[in-house]
C-alpha cells in the first residue's frame, strides 16, 4: 500500500494525489467493478479478460470458487454452489420459501436470518454476496495497482431497509469503504445524462435478472432528483426462466419435486433458450432426465413470449403507478434509458416503446450502464473531482412506520420523500401506569402490520406512571443519504430515551461481522489487529487532510485562539497517528473531532448563506 | 428561522415553486453529504442533518397544502387534530355521498366515463374550497387564519378521496 502523505500542519496539501474508487454493480446474475480512469469510467478486467463475473459462489472443500469457476459446479454440485444469492440478502426464511420454493438449498438458522447449509457450514447469504465483493476488491487493487479508497455499491432502488443494510455488511466484511449505497436506476441515469447533457424528465426502466425498477427523475444542470420510484424486488429475467422452466416441466411431463441437478438443469436451459430467442425465431432444448433418457423439445419465440406476456405487463402497471407517483405523465418523459440484461429481450423493448411512445435508449451495454455510472459517482465522492457541478438527489423506495394498536401502521416517513431525512412524530400510552413502550418499526405501503416488512423492535422502559395518553413518546425516524435507517424514542417530560440502528432484527449485528472477518483469517489476533490499526492510521489521516483542507479555505472563520487550539490538536494527530498504540489514535480523533465542532457548524452555515446570496444576485 | 427564511422567500401562499426548487437545488449543493464524503465525520454528520433540513423544508413549501399547514403552524394557528370531532354536517353529509359515488363507479355501465366524471366532481369542489383558503391565508387574520385552517381540513378529506378514486382506477385497469 502507497502511504498516505502527511503535511505540516498549516502548509496546503495539494496538489492531491488520485485517490483509487470503484463503482461495483453487485447484480443478481452478473457484478461488474469499474473505475474512472483519465476521465472515463471503464469496467475493469480480470486477468482473463472477462470483465463479467457470475454473482456465483461454490464451496468445495479445499477451496472457495466465484464466477465462473463457481459456474462450472452449478449443476453438478448445486448444494453448495449459491447462484442468485442477492435474492436472499436480507430476507426473512418465509419470505424466500414463498417465493423461490424450489430452490436446490438447505436452509438452517431462524426464521429472520436464514444460512445455508454447505459443505463449508452454514453460511449466510450476506458471505456469499461478500465473496463476490472480495474477488472484485481483488481485481480493482490488481489491475488499478493500489488499495482502494472506496467503493459506491449498486442497489435496486425498490430494496428495502434490511436488503440495503445486509449489502452493506456485506461489502464491509469485504473490507471495502462503502462511499455511497446507490440506486441502480440513478447510476444508470448519471452514465447517460453525463454524456448526452439532457435537461428534462426521463424515465430509466430496469429489469435485471432478480428485480425490476422503474425510476422518474428530472435532470437539471447537473442535479439529478429522483421523483419516484417504483417496481417489484422479486421480478426479474429468472422469471423468465422460471416461467420457460414450468413450461418444459409441463411439456416433458414430470412431476416436480425434481432432483436438484435437474432443477438446475432446466433452469440453465431456460435461461440459454432465453437469450438465444433475443436473436432467433426458435430454438431447441435438450434435457438429460434422471433415468438418462434426453428429451427434447423445440420453443418458438411466439411461445416465449406469450409465456413471459404476463411479466411483461407487470413491469408496465409499475411504470403507470410510478409516473403517477412522480405527477409527470408518459407525454413529459423525454427519455427512456434501458438498464439491466433483460431489457434485451425483444419482446420487453417494443412493450416498453409503445408505452412511452418512444424508442429507448440502448446505446451503453445495459449489462454494464450500472457499474459505469457507480464509478463516476465513486470518483466524485473520493474527491478527485472537487469542481463536479454534479448532484444525486435520491428517495426512500417506501414507506416507513411505526405499529399502532390493533395491528395497523403509523407512517413516519412516506415513500418517494428525498433522502437524507429526519421526521418525529409523537405517541402515547394506552394504559394507565404503563412504564413500557414497544417499538416496532415497519416498512411497506400497507396499513396492517402483518401485511408490511417488519424491521425492528426495541423498547422504551422506565417510563413515569401516568395516566393513559398523558405520555408523550416522540419517536425520530433518521434516513441516511444511503437509505439506512435509524430510529429513536424519548419520553418528553422525562427525557428516558432509547435508540436504534435498525439492524439487530434482520441481517446481522456489529459482533457477527467481526466474529466472521476474524473467521476469514487465518492468524486472527494479530490480523485483527493490525487491521484495526491501520483503519485507525487511514481515518487520522482522512481527518488531517478534511480539516486541513477546511482550514485552508475558511481559516477566516476562527479566531486566533481557536484556530491555536485546532492546530495543536491536529499536530498532535499526526505524531500520535505514527505509533502503533490503535486506542490514543482513536481518541486524539475524537479530540480532533470535538475541537473542530463549532467550526465545521460555522462552516456549514456560511456556504448556506452564499448559497442564498449567489441566489438574490442572480435574480437582480 | 423558519423555512420561507432559509429558502429567502417572502412568506406568502402563492410562491414561485420554479424559485423554490432553484434555491432548493443551490443548499442541496452546498449542504449534501455527497459534497462531504471525504471529509472529518464531525462534517458527514452536520451535512446529514442540515440536508436533511432543507429537504423537510422544500417538502413543506412544495405541495401547497402542507404549505398551508405549515403557514398556519408559524403563524400559531391552533389546528385541529383529524380524529376531532366535525361540526359542518353539510359537509359530512356530502362526504358520505361522494364515497357512495366512488363505491359506485365499478358498477357502472361505462368505467371510463364513470371515474372520469367522479374525477370532475372532486376537481371542482376541491377547486372552491382551495380558492377560499387562499384568500382567507392572503388576509392572515386570526379569523381568516382559522376559517383557513377548517378548509385545509376538508380539502384533506378530498384528498383522501382522490387517493382512493387513484387506487380505484388501478384495481380496475390491473383485471
Known amino acids: 500500500m502507497a502511504l498516505l502523505q502527511i503535511a505540516e500542519p498549516g502548509q496546503s496539501t495539494v496538489p492531491h494525489e488520485h485517490r483509487l474508487a470503484v463503482g461495483i454493480d453487485l447484480g443478481t446474475t452478473n457484478s461488474l467493478v469499474a473505475s474512472v480512469l483519465s476521465g472515463e469510467a471503464t469496467t475493469l478486467k480480470a486477468a482473463d479478460g472477462s470483465d463479467v463475473l457470475p454473482s456465483i459462489v461454490s464451496y468445495q472443500n479445499d477451496e472457495t470458487l466465484v464466477g465462473d469457476a463457481a459456474k462450472a459446479h452449478a449443476i453438478t454440485d448445486p448444494e453448495n454452489t449459491i447462484v442468485s444469492a442477492k435474492r436472499l440478502i436480507g430476507r426473512s426464511l418465509a419470505d424466500i420459501q414463498a417465493k423461490y420454493p424450489s430452490l436446490p438449498y438447505q436452509f438452517c438458522g431462524d426464521e429472520n436470518h436464514p444460512e445455508l447449509v454447505t459443505r463449508k457450514g452454514k453460511i449466510n447469504p450476506v458471505q456469499v454476496s461478500s465473496e463476490v465483493l472480495s474477488t472484485l476488491r481483488s481485481r480493482a487493487e490488481a489491475s488499478l495497482g493500489g488499495e482502494l479508497v472506496g467503493a459506491v455499491i449498486t442497489v435496486p432502488a425498490y430494496f428495502d431497509d434490511a436488503q440495503r443494510q445486509s449489502t452493506k455488511d456485506a461489502a464491509k466484511l469485504a473490507g471495502l469503504n462503502v462511499l455511497r449505497l446507490l440506486n441502480e436506476p440513478t447510476a444508470a441515469a448519471v452514465a447517460y445524462g453525463l454524456d448526452s447533457g439532457k435537461e428534462g424528465v426521463i424515465a430509466v426502466y430496469d429489469l435485471g435478472g432478480g428485480t425490476f425498477d422503474i425510476s422518474i427523475l428530472r435532470l437539471n444542470k447537473g442535479v439529478f432528483e429522483v421523483l419516484a420510484t417504483g417496481g417489484d424486488s422479486a421480478l426479474g429475467g429468472d422469471d423468465f426462466d422460471l416461467a420457460i422452466a414450468d413450461y418444459l416441466v409441463e411439456q416433458a411431463g414430470l412431476n416436480r419435486p425434481l432432483s436438484p441437478s435437474l432443477e438446475r438443469q432446466l433452469t440453465m436451459q431456460a435461461c440459454q433458450a432465453k437469450e438465444t430467442l433475443s436473436s432467433a425465431e426458435s430454438c431447441e432444448i435438450t434435457l438429460e432426465l434422471e433415468d438418462g433418457k434426453k428429451w427434447q423439445h423445440e420453443l418458438s419465440k411466439e411461445t416465449f413470449e406469450s409465456l413471459i406476456q404476463k411479466l411483461v405487463a407487470q413491469t408496465l402497471r409499475a411504470c403507470r403507478r410510478t409516473l403517477k407517483d412522480a405527477e409527470v405523465t408518459s407525454d413529459d418523459v423525454i427519455e427512456v434509458v434501458m438498464v439491466g440484461g433483460s431489457t434485451r429481450v425483444p419482446l420487453v423493448r417494443k412493450e416498453v416503446e409503445s408505452f412511452f411512445k418512444q424508442p429507448p435508449l440502448t446505446s451503453i451495454d445495459p449489462d454494464k450502464v450500472v457499474a459505469i455510472g457507480a464509478a463516476i459517482q465513486a470518483d466524485i465522492l473520493a474527491g478527485n473531482k472537487p469542481d463536479s457541478e454534479m448532484l444525486l438527489l435520491d428517495v426512500i423506495p417506501l414507506s416507513l412506520g411505526l405499529e399502532t394498536m390493533g395491528g395497523l401502521v403509523e407512517k413516519v416517513i412516506s415513500r418517494n420523500t428525498t433522502i437524507p431525512v429526519a421526521k418525529a412524530q409523537e405517541f402515547t400510552t394506552f394504559k394507565d401506569g404503563q412504564t413500557a413502550m414497544a417499538i416496532h418499526v415497519l416498512q411497506g405501503e400497507r396499513e396492517l402490520v402483518d401485511a408490511c416488512r417488519s424491521l425492528a423492535r426495541f423498547e422504551l422502559r422506565n417510563i413515569p406512571p401516568m395516566a393513559a395518553g398523558a405520555a408523550h413518546i416522540r419517536v425520530t425516524f433518521k434516513v441516511d443519504a444511503d437509505g439506512l435507517l435509524e430510529v429513536s424514542a424519548m419520553e418528553k417530560s422525562t427525557g428516558v430515551e432509547a435508540s436504534i440502528e435498525v439492524k439487530p432484527s434482520f441481517g446481522l449485528d456489529e459482533g457477527q461481522i467481526a466474529n466472521m472477518i476474524k473467521d476469514s483469517m487465518a492468524n486472527a489476533k494479530e490480523d485483527i489487529q493490525a487491521r484495526m490499526l491501520k483503519e485507525q492510521q487511514v481515518e487520522a489521516a482522512r481527518v488531517i487532510e478534511a480539516v486541513q483542507s477546511a482550514l485552508d479555505s475558511d481559516k477566516a472563520l476562527l479566531s486566533n485562539e481557536e484556530l491555536a487550539v485546532i492546530e495543536s490538536a491536529l499536530s498532535t494527530l499526526a505524531e500520535v497517528a505514527k505509533t502503533n498504540a490503535t486506542d490514543d489514535i482513536e481518541k486524539q480523533i475524537e479530540v480532533v473531532n470535538q475541537a473542530t465542532a463549532t467550526f465545521a457548524e460555522r462552516r456549514m452555515d456560511s456556504s448556506i448563506r452564499t448559497a442564498l446570496s449567489g441566489q438574490s444576485v442572480d435574480k437582480v | ?175
Open chain 2, 1 to 175: 428561522m423558519n423555512y420561507f427564511q432559509l429558502f429567502g422567500l417572502e412568506e406568502k401562499f402563492n410562491l414561485d415553486t420554479e424559485r423554490l426548487a432553484q434555491v432548493y437545488q443551490k443548499l442541496q449543493r452546498s449542504v449534501h453529504p455527497d459534497r462531504f464524503a471525504h471529509a472529518s465525520s464531525q462534517e458527514q454528520m452536520l451535512a446529514v442533518q442540515k440536508s436533511s433540513m432543507i429537504n423537510d423544508a422544500y417538502q413543506s413549501l412544495k405541495n401547497p397544502l402542507k404549505r398551508a399547514e405549515y403557514m398556519l403552524t408559524i403563524r400559531g394557528t391552533e389546528m385541529p387534530n383529524e380524529q376531532a370531532s366535525f361540526k359542518d354536517n353539510m359537509f359530512l353529509m356530502r362526504q358520505m355521498e361522494l364515497r357512495e359515488m366512488l363505491a359506485e363507479v365499478k358498477f357502472a355501465d361505462d368505467i371510463d366515463a364513470a371515474i372520469f366524471e367522479a374525477t370532475q366532481v372532486l376537481e371542482i369542489e376541491f377547486e372552491g374550497l382551495f380558492k377560499s383558503m387562499q384568500t382567507q391565508l392572503a388576509e392572515n387574520t386570526e379569523e381568516a387564519n382559522q376559517l383557513a385552517s377548517e378548509n385545509l381540513r376538508k380539502l384533506k378529506f378530498y384528498q383522501k378521496l382522490h387517493l382512493e378514486l387513484d387506487r380505484l382506477e388501478d384495481l380496475l385497469f390491473e383485471t
